[in-house]
């Protein structure tokens, strides 16, 4: 018998037991399976059977020329599994046991029809083999309200994303997903949000995507060649000529547009279609099976595709200052440099012109992105750091002989995403990384040299908070977007 004066201690413990476990049900948020069953078996021990039966059909010596561990992405297709389970096989192969961390998968939108993407408001995702956690893609949200939702009804009715789940279950013990839908959408602009979900090797990017629908056995053979050779090519026009081709397209054009920016190179493992396995061969569907490698981390700086020379830094830094001189009509020799011309000095994208008189800033403008080849935006900022700097008065000609000219040739910004103040301090990099801060139409950036003046991340931020108008600490809040670029700068020799 319990002692009567006990009762009432022990009544608030239960009580307070069911209100904890009350609450901890309420955070988690479970997105059943809803294609069990359809798709693929619905009880743990057939699903098993059924993978290892795939598994067992896969060439687990065949070598790519690419070290496993430089593996980036992977096309998986998401049909039933009598008909896909093979190609999907292949590319769940190539993954390491355990060598991610993270899995972030597009999918395309079946069911709903929307532009742009839905993320899932799921804490986690279950499917006959056990449950997996969901990672935070708040920042998303926060830092692109334009491209990505939440589509509750996406999220509880697509297959394309699901039915990938267990593959990478087999091979991934502990892992966390993000499982995004994509509908029609700027290829590149998506890109550009997704990127800092998959900036460490520890995160692999999966796209779900069928090939050819409904042809003959023969004529799908066929365009299904195509579209994989493109592919293979990473076809930069990827987004025409799209009639029949992909169950995917869309996230397939994100995929694309993130391979050639960061060099990922593509390989062809697997193609089938649902005439070689549990169809007739009157009315296809293909699959294909690719993965991309590449030996960089997304923020390696800059992209090796638009590294410059030294001798071409050397000819913008020429360039800045005989425009200068030409403006005073100042005899600076006004040689032809051959680098001028040269392809990669024709690419689009930022720079900034810094100017220094005895190590102090006398001047610095620039542009994060433009619409005009680096040889021009150079020319245009060096007049405009000289003359329309608001910081500073307009550079005297008895000035000029005194300036020292750096150039900066930058990469696109991308955002950080991040989930609270320590975690935004530790993935800043002092010395690497450009930062721009913006809330509502304040904006501001400083270049990586900045490190130099301010090494201390919380100061860096502070400053590059007052100097878009906002108050000091206002990157504590947690309600300013950041993004991040590298840069390649060239200063003279005097």
Known sequence: ???????????????????????????????????????????????????????????????????????????????????????????????????????VLLGPDHRVGFSNASLTGA????????????????QLLKSWPDLFHRIAASDQSEHSIEVILPFLQTRLSHFEAIPVVVGPCDAKKMARALEPLLRDKRTLLVVSADLSHYLPYDEAVKRDRKTLDRILSLDPNWHLDQENRTCGRFPLGVLLELAGRHHWRPVELYYNNSGDTAGDKDAVVGYGAVAFYGDETMRQPPENSRALTSEQGEALVALARQ????????????????????????????????????????????????????????????????????????????????????????????????????????????????????????????????????????????????????????????????????????????
Not at 3 to 21: D, G, H, K, Q
Not at 123 to 138: F, M, N, Q
């Open 323 to 494: 425009t200068l001189a030409a403006h005073f009509d100042a005899a600076v020799a006004q040689t032809k440099n051959s680098h001028l011309a040269d392809q990669a000095l024709q690419a689009r994208c930022g720079t900034f012109v810094t100017l220094k008189i005895d190590n102090q800033l006398r001047g610095c403008i620039g542009s994060l992105s433009t619409a005009s080849p680096i040889v021009s935006d150079v020319r245009n900022n060096a007049l405009n750091a000289a003359f329309h700097d608001p910081r500073f008065p307009p550079l005297s000609k008895s000035e000029l002989e005194q300036v020292r000219i750096e150039v900066s040739v930058l990469t696109e910004p991308v955002p950080l995403t991040y989930k609270d103040v320590n975690d935004l301090l530790s993935r800043l990099r002092p010395g690497i990384d450009g930062v721009i801060v913006r809330k509502g139409s304040a904006s501001a950036t400083f270049l990586p040299q900045v490190w130099e003046q301010l090494p201390q991340t919380g100061s860096f931020l502070s400053h590059l908070c007052m100097k878009a108008g906002l108050a000091c600490d206002q990157w504590r809040a947690g309600d300013v977007s950041v993004e991040v670029y590298q840069v390649q700068y060239f200063e003279e020799e005097r």
């Open 1 to 103: 018998m319990v002692a009567r004066r006990y009762l009432p201690v022990i009544a608030v413990t239960v009580l307070l037991l069911c209100i904890f476990s009350q609450q901890a049900s309420w955070c988690a948020v479970i997105r059943e399976p809803a294609w069990a069953g359809k798709f693929y078996p619905d009880t743990k021990s057939e699903l098993k059977q059924s993978l290892n039966r795939l598994f067992d059909e896969v060439d687990w010596n065949r070598k790519t020329p690419f070290s496993s561990d430089e593996l980036r992405a992977l096309i998986m297709p998401h049909a039933g599994y009598a008909y896909s389970g093979i190609t999907a096989a292949h590319a769940a192969a190539t993954i390491v046991r355990d060598g991610f961390d993270r899995v």
């Open 123 to 138: 804490s986690h995702w279950k499917t006959p083999l056990g449950v997996v956690p969901i990672g935070d893609a708040r």
